[in-house]
């Protein structure tokens, strides 16, 4: 019997032996059983963390603007493609390539903008409900603004350092061997990576130069990074029907920054149609480069100034609200007046006579490499209607319910109203769907189902296309999206306006 007992004892000394190897050796894990592995930061620093509290494939982030080359990478797989509404977990890495621009919103609603090759990566771990955020950059020029953290952790790492942030704004710089932080507000713990790593105070209005030796520099912050910070980081917002929406502006020459007035909608590609109207069909697949379009329809006060008087059937609806009584070709004259006095390319010809003044007739021809203002084909407008890349894919620009979108027969009181005073859709646009139908530079011609890029419609017809919707509309589905209406170049209605565009 002893015997019998030793064996049982030697078997489960056995058995012990055998899991301590595989659970602290080999790393295979038990179930129930938490594992401690070890990893190593970017900083070459090993630490361990408990993997009951990684949250892998758990969104805590998302791109939330998208300017030319960005890039994205899911854990260990290959560089794509950065999009539009593009969620971010643990591990996910986002870059900005050449004139390039990406903007990364947090689920605590802090923000994080990268400029042009910068490269970051991002980690999170919970513990005990409270989330801890680590971003790793490995190069460029970021932008940050840190929501108050509570009782959360949200720190960067960088070649060169660790700043543990809570409720601040400022940018992050690195170039050769050292890394500069700015801080505009709050307050920033720094630990260098390297040498004595004792932790550092910033400020607001300081800053903080750290090399790859360990060497700290603080100071009064300069003129030059007070006037880099706003460039980065200065921000406007909108209303909309989901409350306010984030604008970025930016002072980067053609790469962010939109023409007064104007928003840039980043190209991409669309599913054109609605199988809603038997003229929006058949569905086709539609490619688009980025160009800009005005936030609202051509005022009253906006016409007069370029045209020199107001021909609206409304005109007590005062400067801001949308001109009307205008035809297709009276708002190619005035694209090119405009211009002319702006100083842009114009876009329009008759003979090669850009001078609206002193057209007679003729076939008006678009130079397609000026940059000047022009009407939005069909598909841009449709493209920007739908909210481009941020588009929720609702019936009216903005919203499924109409009266939230746009200003129709049903709500109107029978007149246009200001511009503007309807909410918005997903790219910041009003008045879509309603107030005003909009004039667009394509001939109407039925739809084909074949894949097109860049279309500008047919070379030649009787009949100029409309959009959008009015006032005078019922709530009958005509202010949809999708909707196509079509009339003569030359007719003018007390419901028809325009808005410009402009290549980017």
Known sequence: MKSY???????????????AILVFVIKIPIPGFPVKVAIKDKVGQTKSVNEENQIADVPIA?????IKDVGFKKGSANWENGKLNQLLATNDGVRTGEKSLALIKFTDHSLIRM???????????????????????EKGNVGF????????????????MIASIRGTEGYFLITGEKTLLYCSKGIIIVTPTYGAKENKTIVGGTFAEITNNGTVSQGQATVQMKTENSIINETSFLDTNKGAMLVEIAA??????APAGMVMVAGGTFVMGDAYSSSSLPLHQVTIKSYYISKTEVTQGQ????????????????INGPVELVSWFDCISYCNKRSIQEGKTPVYSINGNTNPSSWTSGVIARDTTAKGYRLPTEAEWEYAALGGHQSHGYAFSGSNNE??????NDNSGGITHIVGTKAANELGL????????EWCWDWYAPYSDTEQTNPTGPTSGTQRILRGGSWYNNSNGVCRVSVRLNVNPGDYYYDLGFRVAEDY
């Open 430 to 437: 009003f008045d879509m769907s309603g107030n005003v139908r």
């Open 403 to 408: 009266d939230g979108a746009a200003w129709t």
């Open 115 to 137: 400029r042009e090759n910068s490269s970051l990566k991002i980690y999170a771990n919970k513990i005990n409900d409270h989330l801890s955020k680590n971003v790793y950059i």
């Open 5 to 19: 007992y030793k064996l049982i004892f030697a078997i489960s000394i056995l058995v012990i032996c055998v899991l």
């Open 303 to 318: 016409w007069k100034a370029v045209m020199g008087s107001n021909p609206s059937y409304f005109p007590t609806v005062g």
């Open 145 to 160: 603004n840190i929501s108050k953290q509570e009782d959360d952790e949200f720190r960067f790492t960088l070649p060169t």
């Open 252 to 257: 980067e020459n053609n790469i962010t920054s």
């Open 62 to 66: 998302a791109i939330m603007k998208v």
